[in-house]
Antibody, heavy 121, light 111 residues
Framework: QVQLQESGPGLVKPSETLSLTCAVS????????WSWIRQSPGKGLEWIGY??????????NYNPSLRSRVNLSLDTSKNQFSLKLSSVTAADTAVYYC????????????WGQGTLVTVSS | QSALTQPASVSGSPGQSITISCTGT?????????VSWYQHHPGKAPKLMIY???ERPSGVSYRFSGSKSGNTASLTISGLQAEDEADYYC???????????FGGGTRLTVL
């Protein structure tokens, strides 16, 4: 079974770039569709984007509300999936999850435990 | 405000059945049979309980079932157990641009 573990700075300053990594074990990163999802304090879940190998045009999609600030990438040598979110504000404070997308689409099969990122000066 | 509407909380006693509703629109729940449900115990990884409206992943108890009528999907949990106490989220495919939308979540309390 695929296991996912998010990691990255827990505190990011406003206007800077949030960078997170999802380490994958139990499966090859080239075999799945990958997604980032976040949950702001006291709020519901929000899909950020997805990507699948090789990560080129046509192999990814971003939430329209975040598209101008999001960049996803895959590192097959490290079996990792990464998120960069630029120009962050307090509204980007959230628990960030990485997840696989179940074949057939629209459902998230395996999830990491999530990592809390706080945006504050 | 979440795109899909769920009740903030539901409760039931052990052994009872409860149903959580998830109301969307004709651009998501009403059009696509790609509704999924997630169980989330705080501090843990969310768990996929139902996909494609009513399919259960391997290992998920038969006590969990899903259905859909029009723009509303539902998750039913029968034979409530203490371990079912958690937050539950619905999710629906909403087309290639938006991809998916989530509900705001429902806190299930087992009395």
């Amino acid at each position: 079974q695929v296991q996912l573990q998010e990691s990255g700075p827990g505190l990011v300053k406003p206007s800077e770039t949030l960078s997170l990594t999802c380490a994958v074990s139990g499966g090859a990163i080239s075999s799945y569709y990958w997604s980032w999802i976040r949950q702001s304090p006291g709020k519901g879940l929000e899909w950020i984007g997805y990507m699948h190998y090789p990560g080129t045009t046509g192999n990814y999609n971003y939430n329209p509300s975040l598209r101008s600030r999001v960049n996803l990438s895959l590192d097959t040598s490290k079996n990792q999936f990464s998120l960069k979110l630029s120009s962050v504000t307090a509204a980007d404070t959230a628990v960030y999850y990485c997840a696989t997308i179940k074949s057939g689409g629209g459902a998230f099969e395996y999830w990491g435990q999530g990592t809390l990122v706080t945006v504050s000066s | 405000q979440s795109a899909l509407t769920q009740p903030a909380s539901v409760s039931g006693s052990p052994g009872q059945s409860i149903t959580i509703s998830c109301t969307g629109t004709s651009t998501d729940v009403g059009t696509y049979n790609l509704v999924s449900w997630y169980q989330h115990h705080p501090g843990k990884a969310p768990k996929l309980m139902i996909y494609e409206v009513s399919e259960r992943p391997s290992g998920v108890s038969y006590r969990f079932s899903g259905s859909k009528s029009g723009n509303t999907a539902s998750l039913t949990i029968s034979g409530l157990q203490a371990e079912d106490e958690a937050d539950y989220y619905c999710c629906s495919y909403a087309g290639t641009l938006t991809y998916v939308v989530f509900g705001g979540g429902t806190r299930l309390t087992v009395l």
